[in-house]
Each structure stands twice: as structure tokens, then as C-alpha cells.
């Protein structure tokens, strides 16, 4: 595969940003990816949702006197527009001429989990997606944060019922665990007297306060010091200690390059990161640059995202439907603002099951007969005719119309395959036989089963 393209996936979700690449450098391609900018505008589908704690009480009252279909329509509402936010999501991914910030967006978003299931309150979940986004190539410490104080983290870890005499560890564990230190680094001690530091901190206007009623103000022991800490200087602490920056910089590698990231790797850059005081920028720089200089095609499974997006700018489907993406990925495994559980998806092996690899060939063959993804449970019958996901899509394929046939199978492994050997290649001339000529009936059709085939193998699946 060309290294452009290699990491133009990487960077983003298709081949799209790659002749970028190739014309201005990897670390110019960087740079502007770090410059773009935010949109700070509340989108139209969250006009209606609650986006304050005395408007949510107001909805709570009226749910309370609502008759049984009343709430239910209300309740389905709600669910409409956390669908509605999904394909928002996912039309940025697409749109964006550098989408590394919504990429690392959705890193962030894997790392301090917080779903729609859990925390039921739309405004509250986008809140968390933009505090990710402007923060994605910040400080590590600052967007800890800032995130373990938005009002939709103290209501997924269950902090509105940590309250003196009755404290609640949740998110004081994962505080530690899942967020900053990582298992083995910490002391069971360490997370009840941490319960006792976010005792009170609850639900705010903007973001999560403090209720002194609630609070413990007791001093205790936080990692060897005494002291009343809240919740800033806890984590002020937490990055004083010698393994903070290895969980992290492990999370990154696999997310970007390896599945199974070398310790030494993970210790080399973990280094750098608390060298430079945990400001993400430089650590992006420095992991992408120096891995781009090495031979490391084929040691990631594409995740659900990267292998769909792929599929349609491949293609070249116009304004690709962002729902039946969404409806894919849920599919996949990869529900966006609902994963399994705290720890996120697991990635790895886990994105490619027998199952998993039996979806992602039946979407292969839709789309390469231009149909468009399928959502086939009965359920969702009704939004399927609401979607037409049958209807016919004018797909494309760029291919050298001039080449012969071991012309356009190079130029189709350079796009899609980390490697291939004399056994595929005797495949794919089968399909795309000596005597192929471009300018016969029936061309384009050749070369599309012949597409059709290459990500249907093993090699497409990496990247």
C-alpha cells in the first residue's frame, strides 16, 4: 500500500487526505490538522432538548403527571434526537478536510466514556463531544478535567449519589483505573478516600458543582499526601505520580497504529509525554512522524468507522447517508454515545468475528451494486422505508481507464492492500484476465468485481 494512503486512513477514514499528503509532508498535513477549528454552534435537532438542570426538572414534573404514551413519546423524542447527533457525528468525519481532530475526538470519546443509555440527557452528551473536540490536541491534564466535571460524567458514574456517609467509588475508580493511572498503580485506599475528595459534586447549570451539603471536607490521604482535596487538586496529584503517562500513550498506539503496541514502544513515547508536561500536540507529532519512517502496514483491524468511510469514498458515494452509517456501525459493534460499557470498545479482535467479517462482505456486495447499506431487522422496518436503503446509489470507481489488467490490479492494491502475494495476484487476474480491455462493454463491471473482491479478503480488513 502507498504510505500516503496508509496514513491518510490513519489520520482520517479514507484515502481522501492522501495527495494531500504526498504534496505538502506529513508534518505540515499535522499542523493543519492541529489548526482547524471548532464549531461552538448548538445544533438544530437539540432545539427542543433540555439543556439545564431547572429545564430537565421542569420535563422530570411534567413526566411525572404525563400519561403512559405521552411519556413514551417524549422518551422516543429524545432517542430521534441522540440518532440525530449520531449522523451529525459522523457527517463531520466525512466532510472535514483534515478529520484528525474528529478522529481523536472519537479517541477521547472511547476513553472517557459517558453513553446516551446511562446518562439520558441529549444537551449533557453533546456537551461531553465538545468538550472532547476543543480539547483533543490540548493538555491531558486539563481535559481530565474538565471532563471528570461535565454534568454528563458525574451522572454516567453515578456521582449525584456521592454524598458524605454515603459514598459512592464509581467515579473515583475510574478515575484512576480506566482515565488516568491504569490498574496496579493505585491502592483500594486511594479510591475511597478519592470518594470522599468528589463527595457532593453533582449536577450543574453548565457544568458539575459542588453541593456543600453533600461534601466531606475531612482531610485524608491521597497517594501518600494529607490534605481536604477536591477535585482539581486530586488530579493534580494523580499526575505527579511515575506511571501517568503510559495508559495514555498505550491507548493512542492502538487506536492509530498497533493493536498489540510494544512496551518499550509505549515507555519510549510515555517519556516524552510527561516530558513535555502532557500537552497532546507535541506527543501527536512526535508518534506519527517518527512511526511514519518505519515499515508498519497491517497491525490494526479497522474499526467499523475507518472500514465503512473507506468503503464509500472508495466508491465515491455522494452524501452518503449518515443513519444507515450509524445503524452499520451499531451493528459492528461500535455504537457511537452508547459503548458496552465503561471501558469502551474493546477494539483488536474484536472487530473482526466471523460475525463481524460476514456484515462487513454482505455491505461490500450492496454497495458495489449499488445499493445502499442495509438495516434489516424488524424493528427498524419502519425507518428503513424512511431511509430507502435499497434505493440505487451512483457509485464510482477511479480506475486507469488506459492501463491492462496487471496495471489496475497494482493500482488497486497500492489503494486498498497492506500486502499481497503470487496467490492473490493469480486471483485477481482471473478475475481481471490478459486480454482485458478498457474499452469494452462491461469494463467498469469487471474492475467493480474485481474491487469487490480485494475487500472482501483479510488484507483490507488492516491497515
Not at 9 to 26: C, D, N, P, V
Not at 33 to 46: N, Q, Y
Not at 430 to 444: N, Q, V
Request: charged share 30%; aromatic share 12%; net charge positive.
Amino acid at each position: 500500500m502507498d504510505k500516503n494512503t496508509l496514513w491518510s486512513l490513519r489520520l482520517g477514514y479514507s484515502a481522501k487526505q492522501a495527495k494531500t499528503i504526498e504534496k505538502i509532508g506529513l508534518k505540515k498535513f499535522l499542523e493543519q490538522s492541529f489548526a482547524t477549528k471548532v464549531d461552538f454552534k448548538i445544533p438544530e435537532f437539540l432545539d427542543d432538548s433540555p439543556k439545564s438542570f431547572q429545564e430537565l426538572k421542569e420535563i422530570r414534573k411534567t413526566l411525572i403527571a404525563a400519561n403512559p404514551e405521552a411519556k413514551k413519546e417524549m422518551q422516543k423524542k429524545e432517542i430521534q434526537t441522540s440518532a440525530a447527533m449520531k449522523a451529525w457525528w459522523i457527517d463531520k468525519m466525512v466532510d472535514s478536510a483534515f478529520p484528525l481532530r474528529e478522529k481523536m475526538t472519537c479517541f477521547w470519546h472511547n476513553h472517557y466514556v459517558s453513553t446516551f443509555q446511562k446518562v439520558k440527557v441529549n444537551y449533557w452528551i453533546f456537551q461531553h463531544n465538545q468538550i472532547l473536540r476543543e480539547n483533543a490536541f490540548g493538555n491531558f491534564k486539563t481535559l481530565t478535567k474538565k471532563i471528570i466535571q461535565s454534568n454528563a460524567m458525574v451522572r454516567y458514574l453515578d456521582n449525584v449519589d456521592n454524598r458524605k456517609d454515603k459514598l459512592n467509588e464509581n467515579l473515583s475508580r475510574e478515575l484512576l483505573e480506566l482515565f488516568t493511572l491504569g490498574i496496579g498503580n493505585y491502592t483500594e485506599q486511594d479510591i475511597k478516600n478519592g470518594a470522599k475528595g468528589l463527595a457532593g459534586l453533582g449536577i450543574g447549570e453548565e457544568s458539575a458543582i459542588y453541593r456543600k451539603v453533600f461534601e466531606d471536607n475531612e482531610s485524608f490521604v491521597y497517594f501518600g499526601q494529607k490534605g481536604n482535596f477536591k477535585v482539581d487538586e486530586m488530579i493534580d496529584i494523580i499526575f505527579e505520580q511515575p506511571n501517568i503517562p503510559y495508559l495514555i500513550t498505550r491507548k493512542i498506539l492502538k487506536w492509530f497504529i498497533y493493536d498489540n503496541p510494544k512496551e518499550e514502544l509505549v515507555r519510549y513515547y510515555g517519556d516524552y509525554f510527561k516530558k513535555v508536561d502532557f500537552e497532546i500536540k507535541p506527543l501527536l507529532t512526535k508518534i506519527f512522524t517518527e512511526e511514519f519512517t518505519k515499515n508498519n502496514a497491517g497491525f490494526k483491524i479497522k474499526n467499523p468507522l475507518e472500514y465503512s468511510l473507506q468503503l464509500m469514498d472508495e466508491l465515491n458515494v455522494a452524501n452518503p447517508n449518515a443513519k444507515l452509517i450509524a445503524f452499520f456501525i451499531k451493528e459492528q459493534g461500535m455504537d457511537l454515545f452508547n459503548q458496552p460499557n465503561v471501558k469502551g470498545w474493546d477494539g483488536g479482535n474484536s472487530w473482526l468475528t466471523s460475525q463481524i467479517f460476514l456484515q462487513r462482505n454482505n455491505t461490500a456486495d450492496l454497495l458495489c451494486n449499488g445499493k445502499n447499506i442495509s438495516r434489516a431487522k424488524k424493528e427498524n422496518e419502519n425507518m428503513m422505508m424512511k431511509q430507502k436503503p435499497n434505493k440505487e446509489l451512483n457509485v464510482k470507481l477511479n480506475w486507469d481507464k488506459e492501463g491492462n489488467n496487471k496495471e489496475i490490479i497494482a493500482e488497486l492494491k497500492n489503494r486498498l492492500l497492506f500486502q499481497t502475494d503470487e496467490a492473490d495476484q493469480q486471483d485477481f487476474e482471473k478475475i481481471l484476465k490478459y486480454d482485458f480491455d478498457s474499452k469494452t462493454e462491461g469494463s467498469e463491471n469487471a474492475v467493480m468485481r474485481l474491487f469487490n473482491f480485494m475487500v472482501k479478503t483479510p488484507e483490507f480488513q488492516l491497515i
